[in-house]
């Protein structure tokens, strides 16, 4: 016999990914144990967020602020523009810290299987920015996955008749990785495209 | 660059356990696109348990009420208390539903390593609740470890005078588990308190 109120905050902690029932008790007995230090400012800090957090109208970011910060960044290039599927990609290529463009994020890849065409992702808005601006060059990032292929292919069609270059991100071997564990397709790929030393 | 709040709400989950900055920066992605569905009742079911679960000053339970419900509860046999380090492990108890005594936390184990002696947990409660009260029976349920092992040997000394019968948890093979993966330790207890069939 547990407490209601302490099952339904397990149950609804469990439906975050990566937490099951069991991590979620355990997450739920470390919060009320540190009320001051973790408990109140997680409330107080998801509220906030749940405020103030929009998305961007013109990448389709989240940030506090529309424009968000990125297009709002007088210092980035707006003449280029890197496709990503997800808020998520956008934070690793920002973590990797060396590009310098704004971006736009399609909020997923297109998929015949799920039903999801061109109207249900962020293109028309992409076709718009490339059309009526002075973009130079479009960066595909879409993942190097079936769906996420096919969506970066849809899109170098549909750019076709712009202005802008349309490039995708290099294939190869990841750096650090060991030949020995890496998947064929992508050694293939490494070695097709290698370059002088 | 993240949006600073946005950052700030992954740091404050990534110090729950089980969750990993990585895995923290996807429960946030989660959380900020189910807004309605999650967010916002998960802010909310987290303020309402920090404004209402307290301690009981019974036993040591989390519960919305003091005593707690286990504790108020009438047809709960009060002359049966089962000691137990911490609320997860008398959860885990509530969760086998074979047990209608009452509970005792303790709050963790003696440990000369920690330097976690008899007054930083909850034993003089319990060795005054078995004192007042016509408790016929103890059963320590503390871990399997030197600690909570250590902590049982110490709790049944202390209880030696009292009129309770004192006993611990049997030791053996778990339901469903297979001989050929369980320590020695384990089946060696399991065949010293083997039983007629």
Not at 11 to 32: D, E, F, Q, W
Not at 78 to 92: G, Y
Request: with cysteine; hydrophobic share 40%; proline share 4%.
């Amino acid at each position: 016999m547990i407490s209601a109120e302490i099952e339904y905050l397990i149950g609804l902690l469990a439906k975050l990914p990566g937490l099951g029932p069991r991590s979620a008790r355990r997450a739920v007995l470390h919060l009320i144990k540190r009320r001051a230090e973790l408990a109140e400012p997680l409330a107080k800090a998801m509220g906030d967020a749940i405020r103030n957090i929009k998305t961007c109208t013109q990448c389709g970011n989240l940030d506090a602020q529309d424009p968000c910060a990125l297009c709002a960044d007088e210092k980035r290039d707006k003449t280029l523009i890197c496709v990503v599927e997800d808020v998520a990609d956008l934070w690793a290529l920002e973590r990797a810290a060396s590009y310098n463009g704004t971006y736009h994020i399609l909020g997923g890849t297109l998929s015949a299987l799920d039903g999801i065409g061109p109207e249900d992702l962020n293109i028309p808005d992409l076709i718009g920015r490339v059309t009526d601006g002075n973009v130079k060059e479009v960066i595909l990032a879409t993942s190097a996955t079936v769906d996420g292929q096919t969506t970066a292919h849809y899109l170098s069609d549909r750019l076709a008749g712009t202005d802008a270059k349309v490039t995708e991100l290099a294939h190869g071997v990841p750096v650090g990785g060991e030949l020995d564990y890496l998947d064929d397709g992508t050694l293939s790929a490494a070695l097709k495209d290698r370059r002088p030393v």
